[in-house]
């Protein structure tokens, strides 16, 4: 009876942090936990803080759009 009750705990508990997430994701709330992170890798990971770095800029860069005539 006990591992029912644990595995049913587990469950909730892993639904409840699914929802979170996917509310996070949609408010867009998801920033602090990426910079909390950062951190952790620039101390010490470098190499991945580096990547993430790198891959912020990627992602801030517009990309060039061609004119209508390009076509």
Same mark, same amino acid.
Not at 64 to 70: I, K, L, M, R
């Given at each position: 009876?006990?591992?029912?009750?644990?595995?049913? !705990?587990?469950?909730?508990?892993? +639904? &409840?942090?699914?929802?979170?997430?996917?509310? =996070?994701? #949609?408010? !867009?709330?998801?920033?602090?936990? +990426? &910079?909390?992170?950062?951190?952790?890798?620039? =101390?010490? #990971?470098?190499?991945?803080?580096?990547?993430?770095?790198?891959?912020?800029?990627?992602?801030?860069?517009?990309?060039?759009?061609?004119?209508?005539?390009?076509?």
């Amino acid at each position: 009876m006990a591992y029912v009750v644990f595995i049913a !705990g587990l469950v909730v508990v892993l +639904a &409840g942090l699914t929802w979170f997430a996917s509310w =996070a994701k #949609r408010r !867009g709330h998801g920033s602090g936990v +990426a &910079g909390a992170l950062a951190a952790y890798d620039e =101390a010490y #990971r470098t190499t991945a803080h580096q990547s993430h770095h790198e891959l912020r800029q990627q992602a801030d860069r517009k990309s060039e759009s061609g004119s209508p005539d390009d076509l």
